[in-house]
């Protein structure tokens, strides 16, 4: 019986991730998901006591957002020299990463609507991300005095972060092509020009 429940709990959770991921935050509703799951609405109240609940469940279980370990891998095999480098290196891996994670897109747009117990886990994860990326950056080099890396650092996420959702409505963006692989590269491109010149200090 306890087997059964736990398998039973699993599919509603795998239903969440897969109404999110593939049609979106506004699929997702009691009915949906127990059509989604092949389970009676009964059983997301007996479980889960309700949608508010299923989420949190759904949230702490979730892997939403690159750590810094992710994005970085072996930094031995990185070809950074200078914090600048280090700063649109870890800029470049987290467009493409995210631009994998379709689930967390989502949430991210559920976000700018409204606050839930999913969209609140993935605001504690990023800025646990934030952090630890700051944290990896100070061991490549001092922060300039003259420079406020924090919020160059957050205006540039912020950036990326736009142009993936803005994605789903318009594929285009300044005229940049965003449905193919040399538009994402342009970006990737004007960030490390951007990086180059407002994270180091003026001589």
Known sequence: MARDKEETKARIL?????????SGFKSLGVNAIARE??????????????????????AQEGDYWPTVDELVGDDSMVDAKTLADWMAYLLSRFSDN?????????????????????????ADVRDKFALDSLKFL???????????IPAISAVL????VYLMLRTKSSSTFMGIDFSS????????????????L???SKP
Not at 14 to 22: D, F, N, P
Not at 39 to 58: A, M, S, T
Not at 181 to 194: F, H, Y
């Open 98 to 122: 995210l631009q994998e994670r379709p689930m967390t897109q989502e949430i991210l747009r559920w976000e700018l609507l409204e606050g839930n117990e999913l969209t609140r886990e993935l």
């Open 157 to 160: 996420v912020a950036g990326v």
């Open 198 to 200: 407002t994270a180091e």
């Open 181 to 196: 692989p040399d538009g994402w590269q342009r970006i990737e491109a004007a960030l490390n020009s951007i990086v180059q």
């Open 14 to 22: 795998a239903a969440v991730g897969k109404l999110l991921a593939e």
């Open 138 to 148: 100070e061991t490549k080099g001092p922060f300039p005095p003259d420079k406020d």
């Open 37 to 58: 799951a092949g389970v009676d609405k009964v059983l997301i109240y007996r479980y889960f006591e309700g949608l508010p609940r299923l989420l949190q469940c759904f």
